[in-house]
């Protein structure tokens, strides 16, 4: 399996061979990267394998591709399990034609545990045992296989790893005594290696997305996304939901930080976060996305409402901070928001674009900032729909795919929104 070890190794040795690029000069770095490409082909001595008569999906009946559920049987000896010891899984649905060779991979998101008790009752849901899976799961939005609902990605190979550990792929450790298994940053190595087995190693295009908790994953396992890799392969990452702010909440408290606090603390996270941010910062606060991206280098793509409501109602306005129910009404709909409620949601707001001012600085960097009030963005009801959030006639969908393929620099900041039904899933 892919050690940490090896995962910073790679990353050191691509950045040496992008600094070595650069001095050489353009014309040796073309020419670099025609040897570099050969003598991979030359040393690997394989053509890519075929995906197509291994997995596969059905279509039901209301044509929505169902991909089968595929257990990883080789992450049990490395200690790559679910929180009840269960082997963690994956759906794959592969590519075909100008996407056989491209790889997006899609990192599940549904919340956090941070105490024995909390874990102890998710290993019991398919949040924490694949043995509770779904046998099949729904390929949507992003990872839709209809170019008229997905026209960037539809023919790519698209995976979505399932999220069973409880703390966005990034622990490693366990509790004997309560019979949990911490080994989120196993799941994703294992996951990685055992895809790579599978064709992703081939990739001249690569995508690294998930939502919420799996947002958060994606930022935080970008660069060792980006390592994996020959330096011939197009890499970026995308986070949709998962700028997660170090927000104070209605009573003066800090809800989230205080979440976070414990799903470091109990999963051992803190030997898996960027050094250099733990390098100056503790360990909770690395677990924030708003200390992590000035200092990532693969090109990075936030996605993410202004108005995020599973933050609203979860971080800024949960029901412990709001003993007497004064925020009811506009923890499920701002409409129903008083003056004063809706100058504290607008703080929020600008904090987010504050926390992003110096990320969108650079140019291979791309983000989507709207005003919607909803969590996730990449599904099939917001991602290229007819009525789905759009900024100068452009849906998500198109903004990413130019943010992408290098068409055009996407940096928007919205304050309008198409309707969306509020989703609070983390």
């Given at each position: 399996?892919?050690?940490?070890?090896?995962?910073?190794?790679?990353?050191?040795?691509?950045?040496?061979?992008?600094?070595?690029?650069?001095?050489?000069?353009?014309?040796?770095?073309?020419?670099?990267?025609?040897?570099?490409?050969?003598?991979?082909?030359?040393?690997?001595?394989?053509?890519?394998?075929?995906?197509?008569?291994?997995?596969?999906?059905?279509?039901?009946?209301?044509?929505?591709?169902?991909?089968?559920?595929?257990?990883?049987?080789?992450?049990?000896?490395?200690?790559?399990?679910?929180?009840?010891?269960?082997?963690?899984?994956?759906?794959?649905?592969?590519?075909?034609?100008?996407?056989?060779?491209?790889?997006?991979?899609?990192?599940?998101?549904?919340?956090?545990?941070?105490?024995?008790?909390?874990?102890?009752?998710?290993?019991?849901?398919?949040?924490?045992?694949?043995?509770?899976?779904?046998?099949?799961?729904?390929?949507?939005?992003?990872?839709?296989?209809?170019?008229?609902?997905?026209?960037?990605?539809?023919?790519?190979?698209?995976?979505?790893?399932?999220?069973?550990?409880?703390?966005?792929?990034?622990?490693?450790?366990?509790?004997?005594?309560?019979?949990?298994?911490?080994?989120?940053?196993?799941?994703?190595?294992?996951?990685?290696?055992?895809?790579?087995?599978?064709?992703?190693?081939?990739?001249?295009?690569?995508?690294?997305?998930?939502?919420?908790?799996?947002?958060?994953?994606?930022i935080l396992h970008c660069d060792e996304f980006w390592g994996l890799f020959p330096t011939t392969t197009k890499v970026k990452c995308?986070?949709?939901?998962?700028?997660?702010?170090?927000?104070?909440?209605?009573?003066?408290?800090?809800?989230?930080?205080?979440?976070?606090?414990?799903?470091?603390?109990?999963?051992?996270?803190?030997?898996?976060?960027?050094?250099?941010?733990?390098?100056?910062?503790?360990?909770?606060?690395?677990?924030?996305?708003?200390?992590?991206?000035?200092?990532?280098?693969?090109?990075?793509?936030?996605?993410?409402?202004?108005?995020?409501?599973?933050?609203?109602?979860?971080?800024?306005?949960?029901?412990?901070?709001?003993?007497?129910?004064?925020?009811?009404?506009?923890?499920?709909?701002?409409?129903?928001?008083?003056?004063?409620?809706?100058?504290?949601?607008?703080?929020?707001?600008?904090?987010?674009?504050?926390?992003?001012?110096?990320f969108s600085m650079s140019d291979q960097n791309g983000m989507f900032i709207n005003s919607c009030y909803v969590h996730g963005q990449t599904?099939?009801?917001?991602?290229?729909?007819?009525?789905?959030?759009?900024?100068?006639?452009?849906?998500?969908?198109?903004?990413?795919?130019?943010?992408?393929?290098?068409?055009?620099?996407?940096?928007?900041?919205?304050?309008?929104?198409?309707?969306?039904?509020?989703?609070?899933?983390?």
């Amino acid at each position: 399996m892919f050690s940490k070890t090896w995962v910073a190794e790679r990353l050191k040795q691509r950045r040496a061979v992008m600094k070595f690029l650069w001095v050489l000069g353009l014309v040796t770095a073309l020419v670099f990267s025609k040897w570099v490409d050969g003598f991979l082909k030359k040393s690997l001595n394989k053509t890519e394998p075929s995906l197509l008569e291994t997995y596969g999906g059905s279509n039901a009946a209301n044509n929505t591709l169902m991909v089968e559920l595929i257990l990883i049987e080789g992450a049990g000896a490395k200690g790559a399990v679910c929180l009840d010891g269960t082997l963690p899984a994956y759906h794959l649905h592969p590519g075909h034609g100008s996407g056989a060779n491209s790889w997006l991979i899609h990192l599940e998101g549904g919340a956090w545990c941070n105490d024995t008790r909390s874990c102890s009752n998710r290993k019991n849901s398919a949040y924490g045992s694949s043995s509770l899976m779904e046998k099949e799961r729904a390929f949507t939005g992003i990872l839709s296989n209809e170019a008229e609902d997905n026209p960037e990605f539809f023919n790519w190979n698209r995976v979505m790893l399932r999220y069973c550990d409880g703390a966005s792929f990034s622990g490693d450790s366990e509790n004997k005594e309560a019979n949990l298994q911490f080994r989120g940053q196993r799941i994703w190595l294992s996951a990685m290696e055992d895809l790579m087995s599978k064709g992703m190693l081939y990739a001249n295009q690569a995508l690294l997305t998930g939502g919420s908790a799996g947002g958060l994953a994606s930022i935080l396992h970008c660069d060792e996304f980006w390592g994996l890799f020959p330096t011939t392969t197009k890499v970026k990452c995308m986070s949709d939901a998962g700028f997660f702010l170090d927000a104070v909440d209605i009573s003066g408290g800090r809800t989230l930080r205080n979440l976070y606090t414990g799903v470091v603390g109990l999963q051992g996270v803190q030997e898996n976060l960027p050094h250099y941010c733990t390098s100056h910062l503790d360990p909770t606060s690395c677990f924030f996305p708003e200390n992590l991206i000035a200092n990532i280098t693969t090109p990075l793509f936030i996605l993410n409402a202004a108005y995020d409501s599973w933050q609203i109602q979860n971080s800024l306005a949960p029901l412990s901070a709001d003993p007497h129910g004064d925020w009811n009404g506009c923890r499920l709909n701002l409409a129903s928001c008083s003056p004063s409620q809706m100058q504290f949601l607008q703080g929020f707001r600008n904090q987010m674009l504050d926390a992003l001012k110096q990320f969108s600085m650079s140019d291979q960097n791309g983000m989507f900032i709207n005003s919607c009030y909803v969590h996730g963005q990449t599904g099939q009801g917001a991602w290229f729909a007819p009525d789905s959030p759009a900024v100068g006639n452009k849906t998500i969908a198109e903004a990413v795919g130019d943010w992408y393929f290098d068409r055009a620099e996407v940096k928007v900041v919205d304050e309008t929104c198409r309707h969306l039904v509020p989703s609070v899933t983390a």
